[in-house]
């Protein structure tokens, strides 16, 4: 990307909005109120404003490699708790996507230095579920399932917060674990229950 075309195609872009909405700017100056906090993956094929068709102040976004919800993460943690007690979303939303680098990483096995802790978080998710992905045969879809099971992994780290427990329990705040699909552009609900995993997880994590 020649990026002094970037500022090039930001005036084109400013003056398009305009056109339709001489407003649009001073609008968005006023504030944000998303309802839904997107987690995804730093992908740069994986945008989470084009693949679900959002404007602006529709999502509050948070990117890291493999769309990871890690306990001692600030960064993560940082913006579930605003996110959640300051903008009041009504829906969280982690979305991982079908041949993810990072889960394709934490596959194999070899050093990769700084990465190592991060991606250890992923090879954790591997050995709970290594039985089921042990009988799939075929690598990509071995390596897919793990990206499907690693979203699942990371709600229910959602679920283990103080501050998502609290604003489940009290507004009845939604988790949805969804998978974008890069070979066709979909998007796929993985649906899962929420309300089952909760109830076998509370025991061990429940804050109160």
Known sequence: MDLKQAFENNKNWIAAKKSVDSAYFSNLAKGQSPEVLYIGCSDSRATAEEIMGAKPGE?????????????????????????INQLKVKHVIVCGHYFCGGVKAAMQAQD?????????????????????????????????????LNVQEQCINLMKTATVQTALKERGLQIHGWVFDIETGKLIDLNLDFTAILEDIKEIYNLG
Do not use: C, Q
């Open 112 to 148: 990769l230095g700084i990465l190592n802790p991060w991606l250890r978080n992923i090879r954790d998710v591997y050995r709970i579920h290594r039985k089921e992905l042990g009988t799939i045969l075929e690598e990509n879809l071995r390596y897919n399932r793990l990206v499907e």
């Open 59 to 83: 999502l509050f976004v948070h990117r890291n490699i493999a769309n990871m919800v890690i306990s001692v993460d600030l960064n993560v943690m940082s913006v579930i708790n605003y996110a």
